[in-house]
């Protein structure tokens, strides 16, 4: 049985709220598994922008990604630079580098509601 739509509500949910209270590391989670999902439906470029947004927050907040979270990562950042190329993939993480947090968390609810 397909959960993704059910995982991508609930990290939707979930980045809502931790928006509301200024929770940076499950921000960064929640968005994560957006890109991720998002590349599941097919959707790399908006995909690859938010992972240029979580590499921004991690490096801006000396955030580490360890256990599921470096794999998820590392899982999607090899697919998306496959699935896009190179140029477009650095491009798209670049946009996503470039945006403040709200900046992603808007972009990433925008995305979610297209799914």
């Not at 599941?40 to 907040?61: D, F, M, S, Y």
């Not at 590392?74 to 993939?89: C, F, K, R």
């Amino acid at each position: 049985m397909e959960r993704r739509p059910e995982a991508e509500s609930t990290a939707r949910e979930s980045l809502e709220l931790a928006a509301r209270i200024e929770s940076t590391h499950t921000i960064v989670w929640d968005l994560l598994l957006l890109a991720a999902s998002a590349r599941l439906r097919g959707q790399a470029q908006p995909a690859a922008t938010l992972l240029g947004a979580v590499h921004a927050q991690c490096e801006r907040t000396g955030l580490d990604l360890n256990g599921a979270e470096a794999d998820i990562h590392h899982e999607t950042a090899n697919g998306l630079e496959a699935d896009l190329g190179s140029t477009p993939y650095e491009a798209a993480i670049a946009e996503g580098h470039a945006m403040t947090l709200d900046q992603a968390v808007t972009y990433a609810l925008g995305e979610a509601s297209h799914a």
